[in-house]
């Protein structure tokens, strides 16, 4: 029974130990035991809070990505208290012993020890007798400040990850004159500008697209910080970005913009963008209930249609015919609107907040 407690002990220790490496040290999307289960886990629970909320939607999905990384810290913790504990407990009373008195044998005993070497205080009334319980006592207290100084980086890494993400979602929704429309950005982006100065505007922009893939790839608990204002969203950052690369492949004119359709910089954005998408839908759980929704083909028409006429009326060069310039548009929205949809549902928005 004794070798079995400690065993269980050894094991959360393990586990808890385990996460926080693949989380804080080597933070890719792909590594983690625990703590995109703990996300989700929060994050559904938000869901079905608002269910019965709609009016408080966006107010009460604000504080999801906060509660999130406040519970992992916790689990953490949890697992490496409870484990120590487990480790501890068969110890009280000979290996163990308080400095006055009977040496108390119950659990809460050895949580009150664990605790107190784990959180760096000492070791209480309690002190341990033998060289082995000494050396589990240092190793706590090491492993506590350890852990400590790691999630308090962690955090500080996060929160500044997401202030670049802000920044990014803040700049595209100022270029778009507060309209979030695909097309205004493009035609700011064109308008007035040589094909030079063009470059550098698309460099810079695939450029803090490229920032973005990465930090998701590092953090990707940022997909459950959701704000209440729309722009902001992570999926209308990405709308936004690669749908005007769609635009600029198929409503500029091929001869005049050549060089930015087939430039480093359009090409990164295109393939940036999916790469994006596509990390983020794997982290999106299969058995979400809530179905992905589009407008359609006949809305991605009209809204090309539209943008061709905004650019035209800018004295933009468009192409020469508007039907294969369509065709190439549905064709290439194909290719990014479905996984787009499945993140806007998942991140609790209504389209109409996305798309313009």
Known sequence: MIFLLQLVGTALVLVALADIFLTVLHPRSESNLLSMLVARVVWRLFRVVVRGLPKRRDRILSYAGATIIVTLIGVWILLLLIGFTLIVWPGLGTAIQTSQGKTPVDFITALYYAGFSLTTLGT????????????????????????????????????????????????????????????????????????????????????????????????????????????????????????????IKSALDRDHYGPIIQSIGTTEIWYGGLHLLDGLNRQIPSSQQTSPRDLGEAFWLDHYYNALEQLKSLGIKTTSDPEAGASVYISMRHQWAPSLARLIAYTDYRPSEIYR
């Open 124 to 247: 209480g009334d309690l002190s341990p007798q033998t060289s082995t319980h000494r050396f589990l006592m240092v190793f706590k207290s090491f492993l506590g400040f350890s852990v400590f100084t790691l999630v308090l980086s962690y955090v500080l890494a996060v929160y500044g990850a997401l202030n670049s993400r802000n920044t990014f979602a803040l700049s595209l929704h100022h270029r778009t004159a507060d309209t979030a429309h695909s097309a205004e950005l493009l035609c700011r982006f064109v308008m007035g500008s040589d094909l030079s100065t063009l470059h550098q505007d698309i460099g810079n922009m695939a450029q803090a697209l490229s920032s973005l893939l990465e930090l998701n790839n590092s953090y990707p608990l940022l997909l459950y910080f959701r704000y209440r204002q729309p722009h902001y969203a992570l999926a209308r950052v990405i709308y936004l970005v690669v749908d005007t690369v769609t635009l």
